[in-house]
């Protein structure tokens, strides 16, 4: 091995642990909500696309529905609560992901789902086509699945109004 697989090797295996020790300080920060809560819940830990992945789980999905909120709202600001736990531990910006009842893994596959129909749309009528406006997480996912369908995507206005633009090739 050279010098510098080395080198990768080990800043890969530091970055996997420090990506586990930010789901592991989310996890207790999270414990920690759902008791105060007196809510039922299951923590899984992951780390996905080079970052920390934290997913709540029940089997009572009623009961989470309460830290998902509106349209994800609660699960945004929860989100960024746990984020700022773990700033405040390690003191290294967190990228973590949170998903509680599934709810952002659905989530998922219905703006993977629209992105692909956009693509379809632009290459069938040769037009750019505008989205209405999402949340960030909402734009990356589009953004991904436009870019799997072969075209091009770029984000357009200010927050919170900013949307996806789908580019015919």
């Keep these: 091995m050279t010098e510098g697989t080395t080198t990768a090797a080990a800043e890969s295996g530091d970055t996997l642990t ?4 930010e789901g592991e300080i989310a996890a207790d920060y999270l414990e920690g909500l759902l008791d105060i809560a007196d809510l039922d819940g299951d923590i899984d830990m992951d780390v996905e696309a080079d970052r920390a992945s934290v997913s709540i789980v029940s089997e009572s ?4 529905q309460k830290l998902v909120g509106r349209d994800g709202e609660v699960l945004e600001a929860l989100q960024e609560l746990t984020r700022l736990a773990v700033h405040r531990e390690t003191g290294d910006r967190s990228r973590l ?3 509680i009842g599934g709810f952002r ?3 998922r596959e219905e703006l993977t789902a629209l992105g692909a129909k956009a693509a379809d749309e632009v290459k069938s009528s040769g037009e750019p086509l505008k ?3 999402m949340t960030p997480f909402e734009r990356k996912v ?5 870019a799997a369908a072969g075209l091009r995507s770029e984000s357009e206005g200010e927050e919170p109004q900013r949307f996806v633009v789908v580019l015919p090739a």
Excluded: C, F, S
Excluded at 142 to 146: K, S
């Design 18 to 21: 420090r990506l586990e020790q």
């Design 61 to 64: 999905a009623r009961d989470l």
């Design 97 to 99: 992901m949170l998903d």
């Design 105 to 107: 893994a659905k989530k």
């Design 131 to 133: 989205l209405d406006p």
């Design 142 to 146: 589009v953004h991904d699945a436009v």
